[in-house]
């Protein structure tokens, strides 16, 4: 079993030239044909859209790769377990909503009640189309291993399948039994080239040592563990950012005040009830107290008030001038693009 605090795990593992890169499964377990195989319609690239077949690699790298985990790998098992993800009947039982993106690194990332999936890109099972894009690149290779496997783990029986089906998880045109002959090659092709269960990780990206990663965890670590990740937008939103309004940050982050508020008024309550004693009111040590906690209430009080206060008015000015900074921007590129035109 490795161990889940390591840093440099990557250099312990055999490094694979692309002369020696191959897909993972064999021609004839391929699910797609080359035809068959279908792009987004557009990707982003910044603040504009571009064509998928302009830039191959840089699709891929945007459609594949997981750079935001690759910088907290290290510190990964505070947020998940090195376990394969349950699969999805065990995600539907636990009440979990299945919330897809197309955003690699948050591809089995949950939250609360919320699970968030990537759909399985219709051209990793297309065997010509590892050998033309994939098996080019070591990186490629290795992440596009590892969101198959992820698949393995979360279509293990026919249940599980037809909820991906549903979910529009897998292409639609692929079929129970279909499926069930790819991931016996695929993990088969996996332990070939490794020799056992536990080395074939050697073979996908270190990303998927992980299964399911808790969502606040990864704020967490984004946010104040990790100096070379700390920047103003991280701050603000952390790993990702599941809500830009400002009522559910507030409930998010200051939640707990409303708890603390209701057990002070059960206290003041209390003290109130004691003072009405004749026995309490000639007590000068309980008189001391009941002081003491009415200030701390008081000054408890207004200073959570200022500080959400505070919170707000930095938020909103962080937004506005965030939001003038990129429409300047966007302007000047427009301005710049219309030049070279001319």
């Not at 004839?28 to 982003?44: D, F, G």
Request: proline share 5%; with cysteine; glycine share 4%.
């Amino acid at each position: 079993m490795f161990d889940p605090r390591a840093d440099n795990l990557d250099r312990t593992m055999p490094t694979l030239t692309t002369t020696e890169l191959k897909p993972p499964f064999a021609t004839e377990h391929s699910l797609v044909a080359p035809s068959q195989t279908i792009l987004p319609a557009a990707v982003r690239r910044g603040h504009a859209l571009a064509s998928p077949e302009n830039d191959p690699p840089a699709f891929l790298s945007d459609e594949l790769l997981t750079p935001k985990l690759d910088r907290l790998h290290a510190y990964l098992w505070v947020a998940g377990l090195p376990v394969p993800a349950r699969p999805l009947q065990r995600q539907r039982m636990m009440k979990r909503a299945i919330f897809l993106t197309e955003r690699a690194d948050e591809h089995l990332v949950w939250h609360q009640d919320r699970l968030f999936l990537k759909p399985l890109p219709n051209f990793l099972l297309c065997h010509d189309f590892w050998e033309q894009n994939l098996c080019q690149d070591p990186a490629l290779h290795k992440s596009a291993c590892g969101m198959l496997l992820s698949y393995a783990w979360l279509v293990e029986h026919e249940s599980d399948f037809r909820l991906a089906k549903e979910l529009g998880l897998l292409p639609g045109d692929v079929q129970w039994h279909a499926w069930v002959g790819f991931m016996k090659g695929f993990l088969a092709s996996l332990n070939k080239s490794t020799g056992t269960d536990m080395d074939m990780m050697d073979h996908v990206d270190r990303r998927y040592q992980y299964g399911e990663l808790r969502l606040s965890r990864l704020n967490m670590l984004t946010r104040y563990f990790l100096p070379s990740l700390w920047s103003r937008r991280n701050f603000v939103f952390g790993f990702t950012s599941t809500s830009t309004w400002y009522t559910a940050f507030f409930e998010r982050n200051f939640g707990w005040l409303l708890g603390v508020f209701i057990y002070l008024n059960v206290i003041l309550t209390a003290l109130q009830v004691g003072l009405a004693t004749r026995v309490l009111q000639e007590s000068e040590q309980f008189q001391n107290i009941s002081y003491a906690v009415i200030l701390i209430s008081i000054l408890g009080l207004a200073l959570g008030v200022v500080l959400i206060l505070l919170v707000w008015v930095t938020l909103f000015c962080y937004h506005l001038l965030s939001t003038l900074a990129l429409t300047k921007e966007v302007r000047r590129r427009e301005i710049l693009s219309r030049e070279k035109d001319v």
